[in-house]
């Protein structure tokens, strides 16, 4: 990542714009969505700081119609691809095909651009389809582009894709592999209502529904925020905290927690350094704020962590989930240490 730049007069009027902004987006969807706060808050973050997010949870819970609402709210164009085990990759970038020009009788190649080329895109039930085709779409999302025929096709900005899987059934899936799921910002777990909430969902759903929502943002206006969101700055107490709760999931290194060592079989990579601090700088933003904290590390340590740590069958066996792990790294991780405001390059002198 860059180095960051000082906010102008400009962007510290558009952090307040974004706070209220943000504020009516979560109206907009209340209109239509019950519940679902911390759902909602995450994707926010996710497309602010052009990531993508992996989303798990039963049939029912309203994910297709919560990323719709969204896109509409966003005024984004989005495209729904139900993944099934006969999916292409093709199905999905799109293809070419021969034309003939009726005025001179030649033949060429017209590319048919695929559903991947909106905005938000919903990958249903990702899982549902060979590695070949979850790779096409992967791949879409790395390099923001698809290349048919020799020739690149630039995918419309911003880009943001919205994968489901169920985590009950598994027969007949292909589950991505850990560096696949590396790929997105955060993993995110769609939950039952509670009570209340699903009392109101059942009163609203079975009445007349009449609920138009508006659109809050523009593209441009999204373009413009996730590059504010790249400027804010983070002190180096931050960035080192972030580097300690990552560098503690690798049983390489020296000096893990003996939970980790007892627990795990794997631990999160560089990208989620990098994610965590992204998160935090679009919590921030999102909240008005123009500098990032240790406490928005926290607030998006699950979601950016959970699909980073591999448990071994240790944990399986007395149902220790990633989620129990980064509960514990949150709590034995200290916010700062002796030497977090010396640069790296200069620890070992003043060790």
């Not at 899936?173 to 910002?185: I, K, S, V």
Request: net charge negative; glycine share 6%.
């Amino acid at each position: 990542m860059q180095p960051h730049q000082e906010l102008s007069a400009d962007d510290m009027a558009s952090l307040e714009r974004t706070k209220q902004a943000s504020a009516t987006i979560r109206a907009e969807l209340g209109k239509v969505i019950v519940g679902q706060k911390d759902v909602i808050d995450q994707l926010l973050l996710a497309i602010f700081a052009q990531g993508h997010c992996l989303l798990e949870g039963v049939p029912g819970l309203a994910k297709t119609l919560m990323v719709s609402t969204l896109a509409r709210s966003l005024h984004l164009s989005f495209s729904r691809i139900q993944f099934t085990p006969d999916l292409m990759p093709s199905d999905i970038t799109g293809t070419e095909v021969i034309q003939e020009d009726k005025a001179s009788g030649t033949r060429q190649f017209k590319f048919l651009a695929g559903p991947v080329f909106s905005n938000i895109i919903l990958a249903d039930e990702i899982n549902r389809t060979p590695p070949k085709t979850q790779a096409a779409l992967l791949e879409a999302m790395q390099e923001k582009q698809v290349t048919i025929g020799g020739q690149r096709h630039p995918l419309p900005a911003p880009f943001f894709v919205l994968a489901t899987q169920n985590p009950i059934e598994q027969e007949g899936t292909y589950p991505l592999p850990e560096a696949q799921q590396d790929r997105f910002m955060f993993k995110v777990f769609v939950r039952y209502p509670d009570y209340a909430e699903e009392y109101r969902i059942a009163e609203t759903t079975t009445a007349v529904l009449n609920q138009e929502v508006s659109a809050v943002l523009t593209a441009d206006d999204i373009l413009s925020l996730q590059q504010i969101v790249r400027r804010v700055p983070v002190a180096p107490h931050v960035i080192h905290y972030a580097l300690r709760l990552v560098r503690a999931t690798r049983l390489a290194e020296g000096g893990v927690p003996s939970f980790i060592k007892e627990w795990c079989s794997w631990g999160a990579g560089p990208r989620a350094v990098q994610y965590l601090l992204l998160g935090a700088k679009a919590r921030a933003v999102l909240d008005g704020r123009y500098f990032a904290t240790t406490d928005d590390i926290k607030a998006v340590a699950h979601p950016v962590l959970r699909h980073r740590i591999i448990t071994n069958y240790s944990a399986e066996a007395e149902g220790i989930t990633s989620d129990v792990v980064v509960d514990r790294l949150l709590t034995t991780i200290p916010d700062r240490g002796e030497q977090d405001d010396v640069a790296p390059e200069l620890q070992k002198a003043f060790a």
